[in-house]
């Protein structure tokens, strides 16, 4: 009886999805795929993620990677990452004039603002003073700031961060623009900008 009902609910299930023009047909260790049903996963027997779609859907790359968002890019830095431009663990008094021309540090609040000056000044500017500015200093998105929401062109770094066309070069070499992503990865790296 308990299998007559396992079956009953079975091909009711089955039913309801082929009636909206979806279905499933695939070995889940096969490592085969059926028109219909995209697979990831290698075919040594590994169990692999499946998913359904409409019939007639077309198959995208999209497709292997079932189950898991597609990488976020990090457009991600801290402000002492942007600010100690040689890289010498130390954010100077000329570091902190630079970062003062740009729009990123004009549109912190007063009391902000004096926290990084008293960081700069009374604490030796190094990271650990900066750190205890807050988090939301140590997770600046530069794509805030980022006018064309990808990338930054050499007029917006000199804008947004104050620097001078020397170090603008330092950070776009032979480019014009760099990719939002790749100047947090510039940030996040140890590549000396000092003017």
């Given at each position: 009886m308990k299998?007559?009902?396992?079956?009953?609910v079975f091909f009711a299930v089955f039913g309801s999805?082929?009636?909206?023009?979806s279905y499933w047909t695939?070995?889940?260790?096969?490592?085969?795929?059926?028109?219909?049903v995209s697979s990831a996963g290698s075919s040594t027997g590994s169990p692999q993620a499946v998913t359904?779609?409409?019939?007639?859907?077309?198959?995208?790359?999209?497709d292997s990677r079932v189950g898991s968002p597609p990488p976020a890019q990090n457009t991600?830095?801290?402000l002492f990452r942007i600010m100690d431009s040689n890289r010498d663990g130390i954010v100077t008094q000329g570091d902190l004039s630079t970062a003062?021309?740009?729009t990123l540090f004009k549109g912190f609040e007063r009391s902000t603002k004096t926290s990084i000056e008293a960081a700069i000044i009374n604490y030796q500017g190094n990271e650990a003073s900066f750190k205890r500015l807050g988090p939301r200093l140590q997770n600046i998105n530069l794509q805030t700031y980022d006018e064309n929401r990808n990338y930054f062109a050499r007029s917006h770094l000199k804008s947004v961060f104050g620097i001078n066309d020397n170090q603008a070069d330092k950070i776009l070499g032979a480019k014009d623009s760099i990719l939002t992503a790749e100047l947090a990865n510039f940030f996040n790296g140890n590549r000396n900008f000092a003017p």
């Open positions: 299998n007559i009902i396992a079956l009953v999805l082929s009636a909206y023009g695939a070995s889940s260790y096969s490592g085969s795929a059926s028109s219909g359904i779609r409409a019939a007639g859907s077309p198959v995208s790359d999209a991600k830095t801290s003062k021309k740009g």
